[in-house]
């Protein structure tokens, strides 16, 4: 390339970046087209090349227009050579001015074939579209080979091409009602950016979570705000810019979140096992205490009872399994206002039948006739044969009275206290135990307002011990 001068007029406008942080903006684009020009010579040759815009963006048609002058030559064929991002658009090829069909394209270049005179300038142009794959903010060459009197390969000569990082924008779409405790979406639409890239969600200053962009540039978080998150905030969503797009930054939208219903813990609490067609209990215990709401008792999906929490938060189901087999206990607390629905822990009762050599037993349930109302007494029952296994539960009617004692050396006992006076069914069930079959037993007390002569009156505890030889 000897003789060749080089004198190169490039205007490169740099994109313009958006400052970090949270304020509500849209990514900065580019100046105006700016074209950008390489003139050298070869030879006898005077060559001009132009770009119509050296800072191009994704999607922008660009025009390459290369003009050859020279002393009495003759051009027979001229390749335009681009970055290989950039694809032709058929039927664009020029040569002064007027259509020409191309002998071939191929990978970076475009060839028109001929025979020109070129002691008169001759002009030719391409178009070509500004692909999305293109690098950003880096300095791509084009250039421009012919061939005829004076050939000459200038495939790297330039214009240089910068392509611009797109321009984004950011919007978050309406937010709604917010609450504690309680699932929203929050979602985000970007104009400039690529499926997969990243979109974050803040409360404030605090980032919330995150998520990717869709075909469609649509990003999406699951957020469930905790009590701690209530107040008056700004939600914002960034798309964070990469390799190939400006950052942006969605308007904020002002949100009140609502402090929630406060998260409850439920734990259930059955036996390990239990013979079939015997009483069981299945109680739940639900933190902190309610004072109101109900709890579901489930068997796998099935509902076997829903019973009242009462004011220490416990709600207990007296069932009676008929068939043999492992059964899934869960106990789901169903809400109650200002507090939020919970599931247990599942637990497995192993409900079978008695063994061959399992022995009948007989309960005897011990407790005083008469009590005072407020005043603890002793619940005391035996079982015989002596069992040293199982579990025995008292109940007034259908109604659990505390939980189930544990049977030792064949007596089962525990305190109680009646909060009401009247007359009041008490019963005992023996769970049974690997040799022995469940037994149960029943009697009567009557509570009174007054104090019970021999218990010293008022509230107290009642030891009934001399009764049974204790």
Do not use: H
């Not at 109900?294 to 509902?303: E, I, L, Q, Y």
């Not at 079978?352 to 022995?359: N, R």
């Not at 109940?395 to 909060?419: D, H, R, T, W």
């Amino acid at each position: 390339m000897s003789g060749m001068s080089g004198r190169r007029a490039i205007a490169l406008a740099s994109a313009v970046g958006v400052a970090a942080g949270f304020v509500a903006v849209v990514s900065t684009g580019v100046a105006a087209a700016e074209p950008a020009t390489v003139s050298w010579t070869n030879g006898g040759d005077s060559l001009t090349r132009t770009v119509s815009n050296a800072t191009p963006a994704e999607g922008e048609i660009l025009t390459a227009v290369t003009t050859i002058t020279g002393a009495g030559s003759t051009v027979n064929w001229v390749e335009d050579v681009r970055p290989t991002c950039l694809t032709y658009l058929q039927n664009t090829a020029k040569v002064n001015g007027l259509p020409v069909a191309v002998s071939s394209v191929g990978a970076g270049l475009v060839r028109v074939s001929g025979a020109w005179d070129a002691t008169a300038t001759q002009t030719f142009e391409f178009q070509y579209s500004v692909g999305a794959n293109c690098v950003r903010e880096i300095a791509q060459n084009t250039g421009v080979a012919y061939g005829g009197t004076t050939p000459g390969e200038f495939r790297g000569q330039g214009p240089a091409l910068n392509v611009a990082k797109n321009v984004t924008t950011t919007e978050l779409k309406p937010v709604g009602a917010l609450k504690g405790g309680v699932k929203s979406t929050l979602t985000a639409n970007v104009l400039g950016g690529r499926t997969g890239d990243l979109v974050k969600f803040y409360r404030g200053p605090d980032e919330v979570g995150s998520g990717a962009l869709n075909s469609t540039g649509t990003a999406t978080f699951a957020w469930t705000p905790s009590n701690v998150d209530a107040g008056t905030f700004d939600i914002t969503a960034k798309y964070l810019g990469t390799p190939y797009a400006l950052e942006s930054v969605s308007p904020a939208q002002t949100v009140t979140i609502e402090a929630g219903d406060q998260s409850t813990q439920t734990t259930l609490s059955v036996p390990a096992t239990s013979l079939i067609n015997t009483d069981v209990v299945l109680e739940a215990q639900v933190e902190p205490a309610p004072g109101a709401g109900t709890v579901s008792f489930k068997s796998g999906a099935t509902v076997l009872g829903t019973v009242d929490v009462d004011a220490t938060g416990k709600a207990g189901l007296v069932q009676n399994f008929n068939v043999t087999g492992d059964k899934v206990i869960t106990a789901v607390f169903n809400g109650a206002p200002g507090f939020a629905v919970s599931t247990s822990a599942a637990r497995t009762i192993k409900v079978s039948e008695p063994g061959a050599t399992d022995v009948a037993t007989t309960l005897t349930l011990n407790i005083p006739a008469l009590a005072q109302k407020g005043v603890f007494l002793f619940l005391r029952s035996n079982v015989a044969p002596t069992a040293s296994a199982g579990t025995v539960q008292y109940f007034s009617g259908s109604e659990p009275l505390g939980n189930p004692v544990a049977v030792k050396n064949g007596l089962a006992q525990q305190s109680y206290v009646f909060n009401a006076s009247g007359i009041f069914d008490v019963r005992a069930v023996y769970s049974g135990a690997p040799g022995f079959l469940p037994s149960e037993s029943t009697t009567t007390i009557t509570v009174t307002d007054e104090p019970v002569p021999g218990t010293g009156g008022g509230t107290g505890s009642l030891d009934l011990g001399g009764l049974f030889g204790q």
